[in-house]
C-alpha cells in the first residue's frame, strides 16, 4: 500500500491516538483510529515505531479534521539524525517518515517506522 496515493486523507477524521510501549524495544506501535472520508471508521497502525514527533494544539472546539498526509523522503532531517544518533546501529533497518498535518488546529505528527498497515474491523486493507 503506498501512504502517499491509497489513502484519501483530506478531510477523514483522526478520533483517538493510542502509543503501545508495553514490551519496549519489541512492542513500540502508534495506533490512530480515523473515520476515513471515504472508507469509514479504521485504524492506522505504525508499527516498530522509532520515534515520534507531536505537535499538537488543544482547546479547538471541532473534529479533527486531517488535511494531508504523506511518506518523508530519505532526506528528511528527522530520518538522517536518527541513523546518526544510532552511529551505524540502524544502518541495515529501512526505517519511513510519515508526516500528518492536521487541518483543525494546525497540528503536525511525525513518525519513523519500519512500517505501517490499516485495518477496518480487523481486516488489513
Known sequence: MNFNTDLYWNDSVLTKIEIDRS???NQDTIVFEIDWYDLGPGKLVF???YLAKMNL???IVA???ILNAFEAD???PDIIDLYAKWKGMLDKVELHGYVINLNSSGSEIKILAKSFEVTFD???L
Do not use: H, I
Open 74 to 76: 530519505e532526506n528528511d
Open 57 to 59: 494544539n488543544f482547546g
Open 122 to 124: 480487523n481486516m488489513l
Open 23 to 25: 514490551n519496549p524495544g
Open 47 to 49: 508499527n516498530e515505531v
Open 63 to 65: 473534529s479533527e479534521c
